[in-house]
Antibody
Framework: EVQLVESGGGLVQPGRSLKLSCAAS????????MAWVRQAPTKGLEWVAS????????YYRDSVKGRFTISRDNAKSTLYLQMDSLRSEDTATYYC???????????WGQGASVTVSS | DIQMTQSPASLSASLEEIVTITCQAS??????LAWYQQKPGKSPQLLIY???SLADGVPSRFSGSRSGTQYSLKISRLQVEDIGIYYC?????????FGGGTKLELK
């Protein structure tokens, strides 16, 4: 069974940093692109960042470029999202997702809640 | 960025009714279109990819179609377990973008 388990969420002050982790199991992690998608409270879904299976290429939405870093450790089957210079508008549930055929998100974690507030 | 305009924003329907949700892409995305279902308090789940292909385990009452840059999700006979919010997503180019969602409720 495919499982994605996020951790590392919490309450953080504006301007500070937070690092999310996503432990993957049930599939060969190193074969898949991965992504982070977020959902602000009572809002819709927003793609944040993606990474190729090797980690050699990364992609970001403009609003997080230069502040967030997506990375992965294939030996540990773990995906990361380093979030720096956090803003109130980054407050959301962050989902770890697997990118499957046709570049769609075919598996989702349970989400990690991030609240940016003073 | 490619805009995905989803309608309606909310929908109330009866059991066994046919339900249709649409998504209009702001430019050509070919068949790079997916639909997701998010049940209350849960993570989204993939329903349809490549415009028309059902994800594993998705009931056959769900179907997807396309007419030009307009995409549709159809539920042929609404069931209780279909209640939730539905999102379309274009995977043609980054930034991948989602529609605003359609909240489906029981009448």
């Amino acid at each position: 069974e495919v499982q994605l388990v996020e951790s590392g969420g919490g309450l953080v002050q504006p301007g500070r940093s937070l690092k999310l982790s996503c432990a993957a199991s049930g599939f060969t992690f190193s074969n898949y692109y991965m992504a982070w998608v977020r959902q602000a409270p009572t809002k819709g879904l927003e793609w944040v960042a993606s990474i190729t299976n090797s980690g050699g290429s990364t992609y970001y939405r403009d609003s997080v470029k230069g502040r967030f870093t997506i990375s992965r450790d294939n030996a540990k089957s773990t995906l990361y999202l380093q979030m720096d210079s956090l803003r109130s508008e980054d407050t959301a549930t962050y989902y770890c997702t697997r990118i499957g055929y046709s570049e769609v998100m075919d598996a989702w974690g349970q989400g990690a809640s991030v609240t940016v507030s003073s | 960025d490619i805009q995905m305009t989803q309608s309606p924003a909310s929908l109330s329907a009866s059991l066994e009714e046919i339900v249709t949700i649409t998504c209009q892409a702001s430019q050509n995305i070919g068949n790079w279109l997916a639909w997701y279902q998010q049940k209350p308090g849960k993570s989204p789940q993939l329903l349809i990819y490549g415009t028309t292909s059902l994800a594993d385990g998705v009931p056959s009452r769900f179907s997807g179609s396309r007419s030009g840059t307009q995409y549709s999700l159809k539920i042929s006979r609404l069931q209780v377990e279909d209640i939730g919010i539905y999102y379309c997503q274009q995977a043609s180019s980054t930034p991948w973008t989602f529609g605003g969602g359609t909240k489906l409720e029981l009448k």
